[in-house]
Structures are given as C-alpha cells and as structure tokens.
C-alpha cells in the first residue's frame, strides 16, 4: 500500500516526477516536492524582507520601495499607511499564507500568487497554524486569545472551517471593541481580552479611523491597537501588499535584490483578461511560519508519495495530508477534539430573538385557524394586549399588535429569518435552509390567504420543522440554551396572546364558541378539542395556563424557561440579569398555579396581559445586560 510523507517531520525520500490523480490533485515525488518546497520558502523569505523594507520608517515620511518602484507601492490599493513603523512579534507579517503554484505539463512549477488572508487549506492543518497563531501572540502573553474576524455573510467557508476545526470563535466587526487600548469580544460571559487575530478583512476596513473615504466599518480602535502592540493582527498591518499581482510578478527581482539569490520559481505569464498563459494544473501549499520555523505542507489533493510504494494507479493511493481533514485524521487513528469556543453576546441574543419570532409566527398561525382573527383585526379591548417578546429583545413589532394577523404571520417570520443569518454557525444551515423556504414560499407583497385553517396548518408544520431540526442538530452548550429560553419565553407569551384573543371573541359576541375553536386549534393532542362546545372558559385555562404536562401550556413553557437560566447562572456577565428574568418569570409562573381557578377564568384577558408584560420584562433584562444590541450593522470587505 502506497505510504504518504509526513511533510511535519520533513521525511520525502527520492522519487521521480508526479503522478496525475483522476480526482485533478497531483501526486508529488520527492525532487518535485523538494523543488517546489525550496521554492516556496525563498519566496516567503523575499516577501517577508519586501514588506519590513516598504513598511520601515523613513526620515522625512519617504517611502521605500523595497525593490519595486515607489510609485508602484504607493499607488497599490494593498497599501496601507498605518502599516509604516509597526513591527510584528519576531518580524514576521505572514504567519500563515498560501501559495497557489501552475504545474506545466512540462513539468515546471511557475508562481500565480499568494494569499494572505484566512486561506482555504488552512483548516486541513489546524494545530500547525493554532500554533503559529499563538506564537504571533504580543509578548507577555502567556494564553493567547485568537479569534478569526470575517465579513456579515455567511458564504464564508475558509474562515468557518478553519475556525470550527481548530475551535477558535468566527466574529465579525460588530463584536469586538476597544477599551484601554485592549481589544475585547462580547460574549454572553463578558468581554474577553483578544490577542490574536485571524482576518480576512482588508487593512483600510479593519478600523473606521482609518477607512477610506471616512466609511464607518470595522472596529474603532483595532488598528490603533495593533500598532500599539496590544494585540497581533494576521496577516500583519501591510501584509495585504504580498498578495498584489505587481508584487507576484516581480517575484525574480525582489529575490535577489533581498537574497541576492537567483530565483528558484518564475511568476506565471498572465494571459488575457487576467487568466493562465497556458495549460497545466493548479497546486496550493500552506505556508506556516512561527519565527523560529518554517514549513511548506500540502493541502487540496496535493500528495507526497515514497518512491519505493510509487502507485501503480492513480486510484491505489490513500488520503495524505492534503486530503479531507476527517480522511487525514482517520488515517492517522486519531481526531483531536477542538474546545468549544465562547459564545458570543450577538450569537446568543440572535438565538433568543429568532427563537421567540418563530412562537411569534406560530401562535398568529392558530389565531388564523381557531378564526380569532377577526377578534385581533378590529382591535377589541385585550386581543393584543401586550407586546411579543421577539418585539422586546429587539425585533420589528411586525404585527403583533393590531394589523392583519396573516400580516402578522409574514412578519415574524422574516424577523426570524434575519435574526437565524446573524446566528452564523451555531444555528445549524438545515435549520436556517427551512426558513429559508419557508420564507421563500410565502407570496409577495400582502398575504391573504384564501383558506386560512390550511395557510395556518403549514406555517405550524414549517415552524416545527425548522425548531425540530435545530433541536436534532444544535450542539448542547450555551447557545442551546439560549436558543431554548427564546422558544420558552416566546411560547409562553404566545399562548397569553391566544388566551387573550379568545377572551375578547368571547366578550364582543363575535365567536361565541371562540374558547372550543381556541382549544382545537392547540393541537391535536389536546383532549379538550374534541370535546367541542362544551369547552369554556375554565376549561381553556386550566389547559393553556396550568397543564404541567402539555408542552404548549404556559406554566410548562415557564418552567423550562427556569431550567434554562438556572443552567445559564453565575456563568454569565449578566447575571444579575439572568436572576432578575428568572425571577419574574418565576413571580408568573407562582401566580399562574397558586391563583384560584375562578380567579383565573373570571377575568383571562389580565391573567394573559400580566403573563405578557413578564415575559417582556424578563427578555428586556436579558437584552440589556447579556446581548446588547450594537448600534448599526458594521460591514467588512474581504480581500480580493
């Protein structure tokens, strides 16, 4: 069987040229892998001497070239100003890059480029790069924090990879900030001090001080801090210039005028528009250096084989190091668990809104189906009373007081479809892709239904799907359990407003058998729905109030509300926030079971109004002190 060279351990013995794989990846013998290896390192070694000699401070403000005409540096839009005269840890500006090369059919090994930012293979070797990432760290620092900074859209696989695999927290613009000159993260557990960080994000959209044409994106402070030293950006303020063509081209001239060597690998000709002057096959190497070392691995399908067990196919060859991280691991006998990474305070507050929006929708759904409707439309006294909880952790009303309630059905569910894509990769995509769906399939413009009972079966069906499919997949950690207190506390809201709808019907005469068709409308596993007209008031009570069992009561919802901030706890940087929503949401769930019945089902319209204002005040207090919200949605730009 075919054995594959540790490229760590730095073993590739002799072999000839290399083996073309059905897949497009290549397989590599010993001199073409030393030759390409040797290649890349000169090159690094130049670029990193090109960047410490353009960003070197001058007297008089003049710019170096570093070998290239000035004009040329100064007129890159790679080139950032706040970059002269910062000096990284051990002088090293690209701790991890890649390096894309052409194969010709020939043979030869011609350099397309580089790239700086986040690049994808990185998360086929996570523990190499945690390492250089660490090592990055300012001095002094003796456990490094490193998170990895991407854009708002989810279309990120190279950051979120990396990120999942080597358990670092994925975070945009919005959830750090400075204080004291100190970067920090907002996570449900307080701001946490940043050492480290892994961006994607150009130089003059990292800090809005510093953007051009004065936008407001990015961090205020980042780039201030890291020329400061309080914190390590990588690739390092001016990194982003290696990756420009001009630089690339210039690849012959920048080795020897830094090395004074002749040049192991010639950049690629360009062809028109930009693409490759002729055939070959495209390969990419990860470059991790750490000051003190520096190593070329393999990523993609690029394979190292030993040239005594060279394949006598293609196919005989086993998944090497530039294989699938799961294939490479599994060869190896081992998978190293990544530590879980912190929760952050916009994940966790996106959670609990998204959550709540959907027991939004779904409670306006069963007003549509019991026929309440009409009661909520014309705005009789209690059909509204109070607002959602969505509402008050910081979504749109959106209908849920007054309005058309197949309005209100619409918007909660674009409320929890904006609110599950800020969620980014702790709402699992099967989840987010129901909503999706569902959100795709409702018709644009006004809805009006023409057979609301069946409009308001599927949106029930389509809630419980994309709720389902979360519980199935989410990981059970904090964001779980945020996740489960938006469901809770909006479910038990929803159900004081369908307690409250029913009254009015009630009261106005408007549907006299309003309390059966409210019944019949929890679900088909209420025993009360078949009970029909002999269903009232006390009835609907002691069955949407006070069933302990019944999941869709609001003393069971309640409850494991309760569960879930008792879990959350100290744990958290609100918590006394986390003990005022528990206690009133505990005061509710006390008068819910120790009020009289007769009480109860005398006046139901205040018994829902007074369950609706707790849950409010219990998401508001979360809201103030554990996700606050940040003013404005701050945009990134990735690198090209």
Known sequence: MTQLADPRAGAVAAAGGGVELPDGGAALGEQEWAALRAGVVQHKRALERFLAAVHRPRPGSA????????RLVAGSSRFSPAAVGVEPVGGVRLPVCAVDLLR??????????????VPAGAEEHPQPVLAALRAAAPSGVEDPFVVVLTGIRRQRPPDALLARSAGLPLVEAADLHCRGGQVQLRTTAGSRPVHVVLRRVADDLLDPLHARDGAALGCPGLVGAARAGAVALVPALGGDLAADPAVTRATADLVRHHLGEEPLLE????????????????LRVLVVDDGACMRVLPTGAVRVLLPETRPSAPGDARPGPGARVADRRAAAGRVSPAAPAPVLART???????A??????????????????????????GASAGGSVGASAGGSAGGSVGGSVAASVVAALTDARTEARRAGERLPA???????????????????????????????QRTAAVTGTAAARMRRDDAWLFWQLGLSTGRAAATARLLAAAAAASSG??????????????????AAAADGAGAGAAAAVQQLLLDRLHPRSAVHALARAERCLAELGAEQAGAGAVEEASRRLGRARAELEYRPLADLAADPAAAAQRLQRACAAAAEALTRRCFPAVPGRLRVEELA
């Open 104 to 117: 010709t059919p020939d043979g030869a090994l011609l350099l397309l480029g580089v790239d700086a930012a």
């Open 63 to 70: 710019l170096a070239g570093g070998g290239l005409p000035r």
């Open 267 to 282: 950049a690629a000709p360009p062809g028109p528009r930009g693409a490759l002057a002729g055939p070959g096959q495209r």
């Open 509 to 526: 005469g408007r549907t006299p058998d309003a309390w059966a068709a409210l019944l019949g409308a929890r679900g088909p596993d209420t």
């Open 356 to 381: 709540a929006h959907l027991e939004r929708a779904d409670a306006a759904a069963r007003l549509l189906e019991a026929g309440l409707a009409p009661a909520v439309e014309a705005g009789e006294p």
């Open 348 to 354: 966790a507050g996106a959670l609990f809104r998204a």
């Open 430 to 460: 099967a989840a987010l892709e129901a909503l999706e769906a569902t959100c795709a399939a409702l018709p644009p413009g006004r809805w009006r239904p023409r057979d609301p009972r069946a409009a308001a079966a599927w949106v029930c």
